[in-house]
């Protein structure tokens, strides 16, 4: 994975120039802390690109955020599911892949929802629930 200083998301497509595109799985997305923690909880350092994800958030808690939806830049994503960590994690450093399984270590996947490009920097942030689902009877 390159860090880019620009990526265009388009909606029901993802990330332009991707090798995946379309479907559920259009962008992945980590958390930075909760790299650092896994990293510092293995004794090693590793690039969050290791990670082999499209998108790098801070300040965010990616777990259990299936059904929200994250702004980042002027590009709206609705997180799908969590990212499980594969094989090869492993190969990266031993131990990292179930190092990755709790707390949705892996990330997240996305569907893009509303196109927008990104740039390193932009604001990420969660989108509020709509106001019929902030109240109930």
Do not use: Y
Request: with cysteine; glycine share 10%; charged share 25%.
């Amino acid at each position: 994975m390159d860090v880019v200083r620009a990526a265009s998301l388009q909606a029901g497509i993802g990330l332009i120039d991707n090798a995946n595109t379309g479907g559920r799985r259009q962008v992945t997305i980590i958390a930075r802390e909760r790299w650092a923690e896994i990293v510092a909880a293995l004794g090693v350092e590793l690039d969050p690109s290791t990670r082999r994800a499209n998108l790098l958030v801070s300040g965010l808690d990616l777990q259990k955020s299936r059904g929200r939806v994250l702004r980042v830049g002027s590009a709206r994503l609705l997180i799908n599911g969590e990212t499980r960590p594969c094989e090869r994690m492993e190969e990266a450093c031993p131990g990292l892949q179930a190092a990755m399984r709790d707390h949705w270590g892996g990330g997240a996947f996305a569907e893009v929802i509303e196109s927008g490009e990104i740039r390193p920097g932009d604001p990420a942030d969660w989108e509020l629930p709509l106001l019929d689902e902030q109240h109930t009877a």
